[in-house]
């Protein structure tokens, strides 16, 4: 059975940092690549923040660059984004998404946690 629950969300000011956590039980993170997306009032969801299965390469959306950090501990099946210099912009639900990259595909979602920036 597999589980994604996100957690960590909030309502900070522009400016601060935060960060999401994300459980994944029944994933193994040598199969499945890891990711964050978010989706925002009125706009369709994007890719935030993405570990490849086995964890050998990382990316990030370019409007995060620079000021968001995913990591991953495979150990504990969790998966991080550390948010700082948060911009009213990145208010949004973020989802976590595990990913299956071989054969049979496919992929799970977390319900989401809201992170609210204030200006």
């Known amino acids: 059975q597999v589980y994604i629950v996100e957690s960590g969300g909030a309502l900070v000011q522009s400016g601060e940092s935060l960060k999401l956590t994300c459980s994944a039980v029944g994933i193994s993170f040598g199969s499945y690549a890891m990711g964050w997306y978010r989706q925002a009032p009125g706009k369709e969801r994007e890719l935030v923040a993405v570990i490849s299965a086995g964890g050998s390469s990382i990316s990030y959306n370019d409007a995060v660059k620079d000021r968001f950090t995913i990591s991953g501990d495979s150990a504990s099946n969790m998966v991080y984004l550390q948010m700082n210099s948060l911009k009213p912009e990145d208010t949004a639900v973020y989802y976590c998404?595990?990913?299956?990259?071989?054969?049979?595909?496919?992929?799970?979602w977390g319900q989401g946690t809201r992170v609210t920036v204030s200006s």
């Open positions: 998404n595990a990913r299956k990259t071989i054969p049979p595909k496919r992929q799970y």
